[in-house]
Every structure is written in structure tokens, then in C-alpha cells.
């Protein structure tokens, strides 16, 4: 059974950056795909991006964090990355990790396909 934690959230301004970790046990994260959604106050939880176990990353991420975000990892600490660059109020949100067992497919961008969740961090971006 595979635990994610995530960390770095907070408050920010809006044009800053944050940078999000996910820390897994219980299991080796790079044997997973994991990904980053996000869910906004009043909204349903959102895709935002995913990293594959060759490190290539999805290119369905939507128009809104393109270019903004970036995913990675660190085999050697078992840790997933969100890069939040140029934040926007509308960044605002609880966001969580999660790692997949299923085969890297489009649908990597449907919840379903994740086995494991973290608990989320909460990024409030102010204007």
C-alpha cells in the first residue's frame, strides 16, 4: 500500500511561484505513474498533470497550467514535484498527488485510473 504526502502548499501572490511535493512510502513511486489534480472551492477535482514512469509527461495538462506548470521527480527521494510558476487567483485550489498502476493512456487524466491519493495541500493565491 503506497502513502503520498504532500507538502509546500501555502499562501502566495499572484505572479509568485510554489513548488509542491509528494512524498510516497510503502512502495516505489517510479514504478507508478503519479499525477497532480487540483480542486477549486464549489468546483470538481480537476486534472492538472502526469509524469510516466520514463519521465515523459502528458501533454493533456489543460490550457490553463500549460506553460505555467511543470511536473517531475526524484527517483532518488521517492517525490513527485509540482512547479507552480506565474500564479493566478484562479490557481487557488486543494491540491493532491496521486499515483496509477494503469498503462500510460489518455485516459491518465481520468481519477479513475489512480489507485492511491494523497490527503491534498492548499495553495491560496492571492490578487
Known amino acids: 500500500q503506497v502513502q503520498l504526502v504532500e507538502s509546500g502548499g501555502g499562501l502566495v501572490q499572484a505572479g509568485g511561484s510554489l513548488r509542491l511535493s509528494c512524498a510516497a512510502s510503502g512502495g516505489t513511486l517510479r514504478t507508478y505513474i503519479a499525477g497532480w489534480f487540483r480542486q477549486a472551492p464549489g468546483k470538481e477535482r480537476e486534472f492538472v498533470a502526469a509524469?510516466?514512469?520514463?519521465?515523459?509527461?502528458?501533454?493533456s495538462s489543460p490550457h490553463s497550467v500549460k506553460g505555467r506548470f511543470t511536473i517531475s521527480r526524484d527517483n532518488t527521494k521517492n517525490t513527485v514535484y509540482l512547479q507552480m510558476n506565474s500564479a493566478l487567483p484562479d490557481d487557488t485550489a486543494v491540491y493532491y498527488c496521486?499515483?496509477?498502476?494503469?498503462?500510460?493512456?489518455?485516459?491518465?487524466?481520468?481519477?479513475?485510473?489512480?489507485?492511491?491519493w494523497g490527503q491534498g495541500t492548499q495553495v491560496t493565491v492571492s490578487s
Open positions: 496521486a499515483a496509477s498502476r494503469a498503462p500510460w493512456t489518455p485516459e491518465i487524466t481520468y481519477q479513475s485510473q489512480y489507485d492511491y
Open positions: 509524469i510516466d514512469r520514463s519521465d515523459s509527461i502528458t501533454p
